[in-house]
């Protein structure tokens, strides 16, 4: 089932204009698996906004500039030593607090949210 929602996934991100940015396919496509994981599920009411909310994303910000904050979100929760390189490293948590922002106000707009049971395919 998971195959089925990445190539749809794939169809909608490939019939958005490359030209608009810089994001690479396999980029938006984990993006939008991620989001609609986080937001309720995989289904098609969740696929359109996180589409959505990654195009918006990427009209705002180079794809380099999203790699770096996207990494820097996942590395600063490492605990110990190995994250103390990621947290310490100045104005990292103003970055990735900032891409938060612009990532809840895509998701906003896009009317992304939780998918509940009731609305979940059967």
Do not use: W
Request: charged share 25%.
């Amino acid at each position: 089932m998971r195959s089925r929602f990445a190539i749809a996934v794939f169809g909608l991100v490939s019939a958005f204009g490359v030209s608009a940015n810089d994001f690479p396919t396999q980029a938006r496509v984990e993006f939008a698996m991620g989001c609609m994981d986080r937001h309720g599920g995989q289904s098609y009411n969740t696929m359109y906004g996180c589409v959505c909310t990654i195009d918006k994303i990427a009209s705002q910000m180079k794809y380099e500039d999203y790699a770096f904050v996207e990494t820097m979100s996942f590395m600063i929760k490492t605990p110990g030593e190995r994250g103390g390189a990621f947290r310490d490293k100045p104005g990292a948590r103003k970055q990735v607090r900032e891409f938060a922002k612009i990532r809840d106000e895509a998701e906003r707009t896009c009317f992304v949210k939780n998918v509940t049971q009731d609305s979940k395919p059967k």
